[in-house]
């Protein structure tokens, strides 16, 4: 026998170090090649592992959550050969972004010849019969690695949760399998749910670091407004219900653009500061950055050059981002760059929000939920629909009176939705 060394191999432009985001095999485990090894996360992607001898797997390098140099030993097999070998250099690949937590498979590393098993003879009589392949043998069940490490603690296995309508198995499908399966250890309904610890890696370390780099070093302050939107909800109505065969319009591609035709006359909210060059960029062109919810964790994708979209071409690109994100499959050009940000929890909204600036950028934009409320209109009591929009700036940029003169002149474009589309 002898021992194969697994080395991590460079798999990106100027990667150092990746994160150990999930193991799927342990000691001891016999692995066929190409079987998954391990999840790692870099700055850029999510990188799938996969084993690149077949044999028996001795030793792992790191626990989950720790950092693995490139070139270091990352697993060694035991392998059929009478001399110890080591792993070729493996080739760069392409990789996707870490938000997305796409999963990318490198190309194996070759066996080197010497080290090769020779064939089996043929067997002289039947084969004991091979057991019967395992639900996760006999097909990968797609699923993020957050998804996947839960699953592994919790002794899950992922096969047996039913998967959403485009077969992927998420959070909700795993709180819905424990819910519902009252045996095999797991919680019954109605009974106490003990505690879990949780390791704060990959995607959630991210968002975990940026957003304490951007509390610990932007002053914030918040502004926030109460905006009549009854004017444009009916807009919106006409607008759908004569929009053929384009995209249903929610109310944000409507924002979006009352945002960028005011942008123009506020250039410090579109801009994003480099504190140690000492350097603000007032950016011509608005590339949008849209704070998405996915499975994986928060994620940011980028309408470009949102200034030079109509309603339409917005609703359809917000819908592509948005999918792309929760899907795995937003590249990266598509989740950095951003010179503005808006975020907006739906219809979830709340009253106000205090939304946290997405670093380097100097400004952030949260609408909030649309409420039916009485106003009084000339003498009258009437019912409005209004909505609260929310504005956090970095204060060493961005003064108040610039954020409240913003907002006020967004605020009239908003409740005079015609002025939109007016040149």
């Known amino acids: 026998m002898a021992t194969y060394e697994f080395k991590l191999p460079d798999i990106g432009e100027g990667i150092a170090e990746a994160e150990i985001v999930a193991w799927h095999v342990a000691v001891g485990d016999v692995v066929e090649e190409d079987a998954p090894l391990a999840d790692l996360m870099t700055d850029k992607a999510t990188?799938?592992?996969?084993?690149?001898?077949?044999?028996?797997?001795?030793?792992?390098?790191?626990?989950?959550?720790?950092?693995?140099?490139i070139g270091s030993i990352l697993a060694v097999f035991e392998i059929e050969g009478e001399a110890a070998v080591e792993a070729a250099p493996a080739p760069v690949v392409e990789v996707a972004p870490a938000e997305a937590a796409q999963?990318?498979?490198?190309?194996?590393?070759?066996?080197?010849?010497?080290?090769?098993?020779?064939?089996?003879?043929?067997?002289?009589?039947?084969?004991?019969?091979?057991?019967?392949?395992?639900?996760?043998?006999?097909?990968?069940?797609?699923?993020?690695?957050?998804?996947?490490?839960r699953a592994k603690d919790l002794g899950i296995d992922l096969a047996q949760v039913k998967a959403a309508a485009d077969g992927r198995v998420r959070h909700a499908d795993l709180d819905a399998f424990l819910t519902y399966n009252a045996g095999g250890g797991y919680r019954?309904?109605?009974?106490?749910?003990?505690?879990?610890?949780?390791?704060?890696?990959?995607?959630?370390?991210?968002?975990?670091?940026?957003?304490?780099?951007?509390?610990?070093?932007?002053?914030?302050?918040?502004?926030?407004?109460?905006?009549?939107?009854?004017?444009?909800?009916?807009?919106?109505?006409?607008?759908?219900?004569?929009?053929?065969?384009?995209?249903?319009?929610?109310?944000l591609p409507l924002l979006i653009t009352a945002i960028c035709?005011?942008?123009?006359?506020?250039?410090?909210?579109?801009?994003?500061?480099?504190?140690?060059?000492?350097?603000?960029?007032?950016?011509?062109?608005?590339?949008?950055?849209?704070?998405?919810?996915?499975?994986?964790?928060l994620m940011v994708p980028v309408i470009r050059n949102a200034e030079a979209r109509n309603v339409w071409q917005l609703a359809s690109e917000?819908?592509?981002?948005?999918?792309?994100?929760?899907?795995?499959?937003?590249?990266?050009?598509?989740?950095?760059?951003?010179?503005?940000?808006?975020t907006s929890l739906g219809p979830l909204g709340g009253i106000a929000t205090t939304p946290v600036i997405n670093r380097p950028e100097v400004a952030i934009i949260g609408p909030n939920k649309v409420v039916e409320r009485p106003v009084f209109r000339d003498g009258q009591v009437v019912a409005a629909k209004l909505m609260n929009l929310s504005i956090s700036c970095d204060h060493r940029v961005v003064d108040g009176w610039d954020a409240a003169s913003f907002v006020q002149a967004l605020k009239r474009l908003i409740e005079t939705p015609a002025l939109l589309f007016v040149d």
């Open 261 to 297: 035709r005011t942008l123009p006359d506020f250039p410090m909210i579109n801009a994003r500061y480099d504190d140690e060059a000492g350097i603000v960029t007032r950016s011509g062109a608005v590339h949008l950055g849209m704070a998405t919810q996915t499975d994986a964790g």
């Open 318 to 342: 917000i819908v592509r981002l948005a999918d792309a994100a929760r899907s795995g499959k937003a590249k990266s050009d598509e989740l950095s760059g951003s010179t503005l940000t808006i």
């Open 103 to 149: 999963v990318v498979k490198p190309d194996p590393v070759p066996m080197p010849v010497e080290a090769r098993p020779e064939p089996a003879p043929e067997p002289e009589a039947d084969p004991a019969p091979t057991p019967a392949p395992t639900p996760t043998e006999r097909h990968r069940v797609l699923a993020s690695p957050a998804v996947r490490q």
């Open 188 to 251: 019954a309904p109605g009974a106490a749910r003990g505690d879990e610890q949780i390791k704060v890696i990959g995607l959630r370390r991210r968002i975990a670091e940026n957003m304490a780099a951007a509390k610990r070093a932007i002053p914030h302050f918040t502004y926030v407004e109460e905006i009549d939107v009854t004017k444009l909800e009916a807009l919106r109505a006409d607008l759908n219900a004569t929009r053929g065969a384009k995209p249903k319009l929610t109310m």
């Open 47 to 69: 990188v799938e592992m996969t084993a690149p001898v077949a044999g028996r797997v001795v030793r792992l390098t790191g626990e989950v959550g720790e950092q693995v140099a």
